[in-house]
T-cell receptor
Framework: AQTVTQSQPEMSVQEAETVTLSCTYD???????LFWYKQPPSRQMILVIR??????QNATENRFSVNFQKAAKSFSLKISDSQLGDAAMYFC???????????FGKGTRLHILP | DTEVTQTPKHLVMGMTNKKSLKCEQH?????MYWYKQKAKKPPELMFV???????INESVPSRFSPECPNSSLLNLHLHALQPEDSALYLC?????????????FGQGTRLTVV
């Protein structure tokens, strides 16, 4: 069975600085999809970034980028130029190519310090 | 329209009550999901509907009864709940199950069982 591990329950970063959130996963599959979701206090889960395992190039979305290390089964999220609106719970998630389930890590609460 | 709309936003019900949670999307998505999320925990999958048919039931107690009347609507009927069922219930939809696509989430219904 697949598992997703986020080892940092909470992190803080100064506004305008860069922060990296860690995620590791375990799977025996060769093809799959990884996501970072953000859940602010408004409760809605919002997709931040997506990575297809067959792609070697790391995904980027504006200030958000990932460091995808397939052999190490690592999928970290880097947030550059942190903004107050980035404060939220961040979930790393895994989805099989053929599966219907999205498996979530336990989350990392990110605080942005003004 | 990229929204998943859930109603009500908040619900308080007694253990003998019958209530329903509603979820609606107009993105043409053919897969819809119910998740349960306890405080400071990741979402846990409850049910998946694919093309209006139940495809996954994660061994959820029968006091939770899902229904998919059409491709845009998803209901969760609640009956004889327990206080430990109090949680945030999230609805999500995606273009297809098994396809490489993210799920779009609603804002959730905060359920309190008294």
């Amino acid at each position: 069975a697949q598992t997703v591990t986020q080892s940092q329950p909470e992190m803080s970063v100064q506004e305008a600085e860069t922060v990296t959130l860690s995620c590791t996963y375990d799977t025996s599959e060769s093809d799959y999809y990884l996501f970072w979701y953000k859940q602010p206090p408004s409760r809605q889960m919002i997709l931040v970034i997506r990575q297809e395992a067959y792609k070697q190039q790391n995904a980027t979305e504006n200030r958000f980028s990932v460091n995808f290390q397939k052999a190490a089964k690592s999928f970290s999220l880097k947030i550059s130029d942190s903004q107050l609106g980035d404060a939220a719970m961040y979930f790393c998630a895994y989805r099989s190519v053929s599966g219907d389930k999205i498996i979530f890590g336990k989350g990392t609460r990110l605080h942005i310090l003004p | 329209d990229t929204e998943v709309t859930q109603t009500p936003k908040h619900l308080v019900m007694g253990m003998t009550n019958k209530k329903s949670l509603k979820c609606e999307q107009h993105m043409g998505h053919r897969a819809m999901y119910w998740y349960k999320q306890k405080a400071k925990k990741p979402p846990e999958l409850m049910f998946v509907y694919s093309y209006e048919k139940l495809s996954i039931n994660e061994s959820v107690p029968s006091r939770f009864s899902p229904e998919c009347p059409n491709s845009s609507l998803l209901n969760l009927h609640l009956h004889a709940l327990q206080p430990e069922d109090s949680a945030l219930y999230l609805c999500a939809s995606s273009q297809e199950t098994g396809w490489i696509t993210e799920a779009f989430f609603g804002q959730g219904t905060r359920l309190t069982v008294v």
